[in-house]
């Protein structure tokens, strides 16, 4: 082999490589010298660099191992393989074929140690293991020569082929290594169960972990395997009489969920996971089907012919504001005593019927969802991309106490008293008034002006009573807390007039004192 010796350490020969094609290897220094080799080669210099700060000499771990039988995979030892494999150097090994009675090598081979042979090395050594082997030097295997690269006879293209095997930088092939080694055979089922469930009622607390409805469960006799190549070995196995199990389980795919009332068309739709139970064992009925999200499940079993709905409106969490206002729809459209439910999965609809209930919690609050949305809705433009949040509890005290006004521009039949005042007559020649309302919500203002057409208007003494018709939203902005909002009052005035065909005078009522709730 063309080089010097440079030193030894146990079976390891250091060799410093200076001819650059390659090498000239005869079977006697084969033979005389060990089976693996340390390999420094001059690395490629910079011109535009200096020397100090351009690499070391890059090494290479490589075996050589020869043979007489030309096409016949010599066999190496599954320790010193695993000695490649381990060593956190490039490694490689060089099959070199002789003839009967030829001093050089008719045909010459590199077999990188890349992620396949890292992966067959360490699922053979993990076989012998659990055949209570751990004498790997007496175990031989043949070299995995599927891979290899063609060298010269005499070992030319040897500096190419490793500069091929690193395949980028020195560093990131060691890392990329010693990632192999650590992650191969580990893949799916590396960690094997098995635990009984006490109780006739087992079969539906297992539903329940994979429904996503429950966390944990009591279980005896757990049995946990790790496993790597599918093998487990004794060292690797737990064994526990008694413990809690705790599963979370994936949602399978997502789903939206559609709650409406026939009669006067108001509507909601929000998005739900779906969870479902995996087929157990045969013949098992039907499982349970469960669609869910923050706030809002559905239970279908199949084998009950039973459908369920759960709603949680607690007010201790903190939500963003576009999900509150859901809530709200949802508990307003669960008060009617009509309602239906529709699911949609992908392409597939499935409607629900919905039996008639008794006025829920929400039920005063049904003037009030339409008003919420769109409020919400220009809330949110403004807002991107932070979205802004409420706690639950403060914006459920916040509608009750302002549940008349946010009414308003929604539903019909609003009674306004206004005090009187000199040049009251206007209010006769006026088929509409015009209610500009400003909300400081969740951090942002809200603005709206609102026309309430006049079917009757009344007055005495004191004041002034109109009552309003259908109500309709001229206009509405957010803006940041403070700002005034006279310009956009007054645009919108002239937008109430042009759509009405009014001429003269509009009649807008005073703004009504701010409404606040803090962000939380």
Known sequence: MAGRDVGTMGENQFISWCEPEGFRAQKSLVDRLGWDFLLEREPVRSAQAPLDSQNDLPKFLVQVKSTDRAG?????????????????????????????????????????????????????????????????????????????????????RLSTALDGMLGGSFSAYIEGKARQRQTCGFEDGSVVGRFFVPGEDAREKIHSLFL???????????????????????NDTDFFRDAILEFHAPPLMSASIELADPDDGQWTRFPVQVFAVPPLQDGEPSAPIRMANAFFEIILDFDKEWAGMNFDYGGSRSVELDEAVTIIEVGAI????????????????????????????????????????????????????????????????????????????????????????????????????????????????????????????????????????????????????????????????????????????????????????GSA
């Not at 494999?85 to 050089?104: C, M, Q, S």
């Not at 996503?212 to 004794?234: N, P, Q, Y």
């Not at 042009?498 to 409404?515: M, T």
Request: proline share 7%; net charge neutral; hydrophobic share 45%.
């Open 334 to 517: 669960l008060a009617r005593r009509n309602k239906t439910v529709k699911i949609e999965l992908g392409a597939v609809a499935l409607e629900l019927p919905a039996t008639e209930s008794e006025p829920g919690p929400f039920h005063n609050w049904i003037p009030v969802a339409p008003m919420l949305r769109r409020m919400a809705s220009v809330i949110d433009r403004h807002a991107k991309p932070d979205a802004p949040n409420v706690l639950l509890s403060d914006f459920y005290e916040w509608i009750e106490k302002h549940q008349d006004l946010l009414a308003l521009g929604s539903i019909a039949g609003a009674n306004l008293f206004f005090p009187r005042w000199d040049d009251d007559r206007v209010v006769d020649s006026q088929d509409t008034i015009l209610a500009p309302l400003t909300v400081d919500l969740a951090g942002v203002q809200y603005t709206v002006l609102i026309e309430l057409p006049i079917e009757t208007m009344g007055r005495d003494e004191d004041e002034v009573k109109i009552v309003c018709g259908q109500p309709r939203i001229v206009a509405d902005i957010a803006r940041s807390p403070g700002s005034s909002t006279t310009d956009f009052i007054d645009r919108a005035v002239e937008m109430s007039k042009r759509h009405r065909k009014a001429a003269g005078p509009a009649l807008v009522a005073a703004a009504f004192e701010n409404w606040t709730i």
């Open 72 to 156: 016949e995979a010599p066999r190496i030892k599954l320790s010193a393989l695993k000695h490649l494999v381990d060593a956190d150097l490039p490694a490689a090994i060089v099959v070199l074929e002789f003839g009967i009675g030829n001093r050089l090598p008719r045909r010459s081979l590199m077999v990188p140690v890349d992620g396949a042979v890292i992966y067959w090395t360490l699922r053979r050594v993990r076989r012998e293991e659990a055949r209570g082997n751990r004498k790997l030097h007496k175990v031989t295997v043949p070299i995995p020569l599927k891979h290899a690269v063609e060298l010269g006879n005499g070992g030319e």
């Open 212 to 234: 996503g409805s429950r966390r944990e469960i009591d279980v005896m006799d757990l049995t946990i395997e790790r496993r790597r190549f599918g093998i487990a070995l004794e």
